[in-house]
């Protein structure tokens, strides 16, 4: 289900030479790292989706998966650097087509955006296939995500033009988390640490979620008011915690697979 981009994609620009600083090369290394745990988590779909981050110090660039390999392929050094007009700018292959129309928009017109992870992993993108809110606000990781979701009611086929990356990410709004309907979620965040945090216990309570509605039991959703509370809390400190799961998963994979790093 990949399709291969069809803009004409360059070699490196004059700035190649700039883009082996050391914060670039972790973020590739974080990046990397995200992407192996993805697969081992089953959140991944073959050699299709995609997770992306602008090249620290280069806010017209962004760092992302190449197509053709599964999650669980690829490396630090693998992943490609590309502008917002389609060229690669640093790395071998091309960007899957929805990968860049998809995140190219998205960085551009959502700088706050810095990374961007869509997936179709299964729990969360089965309730993007429902009607109504995909969230019921019934568990507590769920309200991770309170007043912080926004939904795309408004599937128009496959991202293979920059109108529909635009659409997309207009339709972000100020959320961190997009549902797309009938296609599956988008999250933004401030940094790989926050981006990853997010779409794991996004999953996860899509996951629980999914559970108590199969029980055929009605679900019992928290008051607004809890809910509002109960997030804020959850934000504070948002960024430390979102840091020390990536650390975690690094360790992690640094164990089991050396090579994401090389």
Known sequence: MAHVFDVNATPADQRSG?????AIRQARIDLAACLRMAARLGLGEGICNHFSFV????????????????????SASSLLICDFHGRVVAGEGTPEATAFFIHAQLHRLQPRAKAAFHTHM?????????????LAWAGQTALKF????????HYNGLALN???????????????????KNHG?????????E????????????????????????LKPVPHE??????????????ESARLHLESVKRQIARLEPDFAD
Request: proline residues 6%; contains cysteine; negative net charge.
């Open 18 to 22: 700039t883009l082996d600083s050391p």
């Open 55 to 74: 090249v620290p110090g280069h806010d017209d660039l962004f760092l992302v998966n190449p197509n053709g390999l599964a999650f669980s392929e690829v």
């Open 122 to 134: 299964p729990n969360a993108t089965a309730l993007c296939m429902l009607e109504g809110d995909p």
């Open 146 to 153: 309170y007043g912080r979701l926004r939904v795309d009611e």
């Open 162 to 180: 920059n109108a529909e990356g635009e659409r997309i990410a207009r339709a972000a709004g100020d959320a961190d988390v997009l549902m797309l």
């Open 185 to 193: 979620p988008l999250v933004l965040g401030a940094s790989i640490a």
């Open 195 to 218: 981006a990853w945090d997010d779409l794991y216990y996004l999953e996860r309570a899509a996951e629980v979620q999914l559970k108590a509605m199969a029980s055929g039991r009605p």
């Open 226 to 239: 809890v809910a509002r509370k109960a997030c804020q809390v959850m934000l504070e400190g948002n960024a």
